[in-house]
């Protein structure tokens, strides 16, 4: 049995959480979308940003007609869930700094968030904090370069130690004796450095991929969701890539299984 899942993110970010839901549900049928003409998110003003996530997001659901919508994205699913639940039927699963669990592993109470500068000053993840983090010391970053850095590396260029370093710098302190030990990746795009991150550290630290915990909540949610059998479903979509605008997929699409491009165009201001 197999149902379709749509991952969608800004850009290259979500492939984490393709690569987890893949592992996860072998047999599910995956489409990837990239809002690629709107990339990066970080940078977008709350009100247009959600407009644009609901007109992309709707349009992707005509299109595609998944089972469910994996939101692989942090600053979408901290601003837009709401909305994109009330408005379609189908579930919908996102994508929130992992704070709950930093908070349960961290033994010198330091935590450090990663994520872009949007999700930084989101009043749902102060509520994150509030709720899971209040026996501890959160330092929040909103790096501001980090998600591009981590979509060019994926497109082969060679990494920027010195410039991660700079980036991830905030959110390693040392306070009455104790230092940061947690550091949660709140934006699906840098898990792609971390190799990187881990070079770049000024001392080793855990390091959360949010990625896991969505594909086990994909899982759990699809599951009381009626699947159609393999084949039964008209219009199969197997290895398709959605992006925005005009671009080649790269390699790295390819190298996850995402092989088959269609453009749904949908210009910025359009």
């Given amino acids: 049995m197999s149902w379709r899942i749509l991952i969608f993110d800004s850009g290259m970010g979500g492939l984490t959480v393709a690569s987890a839901i893949r592992a996860e549900l072998p047999q599910a049928e995956l489409v990837y979308a990239a809002d690629s003409a709107a990339f990066p998110y970080g940078a977008w003003r709350?009100?247009?940003?959600?407009?644009?996530?609901?007109?992309?997001?709707?349009?992707l659901i005509?299109?595609?007609?998944?089972?469910a919508v994996v939101i692989a994205c942090n600053t979408?699913?901290?601003?837009?869930?709401?909305?994109?639940?009330?408005?379609?039927?189908?579930?919908?699963?996102g994508t929130v700094p992992a704070i709950k669990p930093a908070a349960a592993q961290t033994q010198s109470r330091i935590i450090g968030v990663l994520a872009t500068p949007g999700t930084v000053g989101r009043e749902y993840t102060q509520a994150l904090i509030h709720t899971y983090a209040f026996h501890c010391r959160v330092i929040l970053h909103g790096a501001p370069q980090l998600a591009e850095m981590a979509e060019a590396r994926l497109a082969g260029a060679a990494p920027d130690l010195a410039g991660i370093g700079r980036e991830i710098a905030p959110v390693f302190r040392d306070i009455d004796g104790e230092r940061t030990d947690v550091v949660v990746l709140g934006c699906t795009h840098y898990p792609l450095l971390l190799p990187e991150l881990r070079t770049a550290a000024p001392w080793p630290v855990t390091f959360i991929d949010p990625a896991p915990a969505i594909a086990r909540r994909t899982a759990s949610v699809v599951a009381g969701l009626a699947p159609q059998a393999p084949g039964a479903r008209p219009n199969p979509m197997p290895g398709l890539v959605c992006f925005t605008d005009r671009r080649e997929p790269g390699a790295a699409y390819a190298a996850m299984g995402f092989d088959q491009v269609r453009i749904i165009a949908m210009p910025v201001g359009a």
């Fill in 76 to 93: 979408a699913s901290t601003l837009a869930l709401p909305q994109l639940r009330s408005r379609h039927r189908l579930p919908f699963i």
């Fill in 62 to 67: 005509d299109e595609i007609e998944p089972d």
């Fill in 46 to 59: 709350e009100e247009p940003l959600v407009a644009r996530i609901e007109t992309v997001v709707a349009r």
